[in-house]
T-cell receptor
Framework: DQQVKQNSPSLSVQEGRISILNCDYTNSMFDYFLWYKKYPAEGPTFLISISSIKDKNEDGRFTVFLNKSAKHLSLHIVPSQPGDSAVYFCAASEGGSTLGRLYFGRGTQLTVWP | NAGVTQTPKFRVLKTGQSMTLLCAQDMNHEYMYWYRQDPGMGLRLIHYSVGEGTTAKGEVPDGYNVSRLKKQNFLLGLESAAPSQTSVYFC?????????????FGPGTRLTVT
């Protein structure tokens, strides 16, 4: 049973507009959340993360929001650029109790068109 | 500083053949991981290691073996390949105790079993 869910397999956004990628989780023991970006034929690269003690973390055009009560997080990209077109994976960790093991969602393909 | 490298990049096997995938990292990380990625399935953990000489099972370990004889290398073996093991394999590493849980990924190995 998947503990991290990304229910939208794809998202298409016009350049310059906001992209919002969503992620839900079921395990209340998760205390750290990450977003990875993956281009075709490459490995995933770390994008941004958030600890469960925060509800927002921002890095340039990327902001991650965490709603613990709803077990939901989202990644906002503003403004979206064609180079942002990639698969985005949400991941979660229980922290030190499981040696930092990451649980991944199935990914969302983001396409940013001009 | 090459980060995480994987050998080979591509491989085609026949059912029943064996092979070893090599992962090497030059970041002196303690923890290393092997994942497989299948279409629409996200990344699933096969095996992991928390230090030289130690290994542990992940979510989908059946049909695979691993070894961590040197800190910088993590080998994934398939003793008798099956078509169900057709996948893209990613290796990752991480240094514990840095207060974050991001893992650094290699470029992947695309394996086809016919």
């Amino acid at each position: 049973d998947q503990q991290v869910k990304q229910n939208s397999p794809s998202l298409s956004v016009q350049e310059g507009r906001i992209s919002i990628l969503n992620c839900d989780y079921t395990n209340s023991m998760f205390d750290y959340f990450l977003w990875y970006k993956k281009y075709p034929a490459e490995g995933p690269t770390f994008l941004i993360s958030i600890s469960s003690i925060k509800d927002k973390n921002e890095d340039g055009r990327f902001t991650v929001f965490l709603n613990k009560s709803a077990k939901h997080l989202s990644l906002h990209i503003v403004p979206s650029q064609p180079g942002d077109s990639a698969v985005y994976f949400c991941a979660a960790s229980e922290g030190g109790s499981t040696l930092g093991r990451l649980y991944f969602g199935r990914g969302t393909q983001l396409t940013v068109w001009p | 500083n090459a980060g995480v490298t994987q050998t080979p990049k591509f491989r085609v096997l026949k059912t029943g053949q064996s092979m070893t995938l090599l992962c090497a990292q030059d970041m002196n990380h303690e923890y290393m991981y092997w994942y497989r990625q299948d279409p629409g399935m996200g990344l699933r953990l096969i095996h992991y290691s928390v230090g030289e000489g130690t290994t542990a099972k992940g979510e989908v370990p059946d049909g695979y073996n691993v070894s961590r004889l040197k800190k910088q290398n993590f080998l994934l073996g398939l003793e008798s390949a099956a078509p169900s093991q057709t996948s893209v394999y990613f290796c990752a590493s991480r240094q514990p105790g840095q207060g974050a849980y991001e893992q650094y990924f290699g470029p992947g190995t695309r394996l086809t079993v016919t």
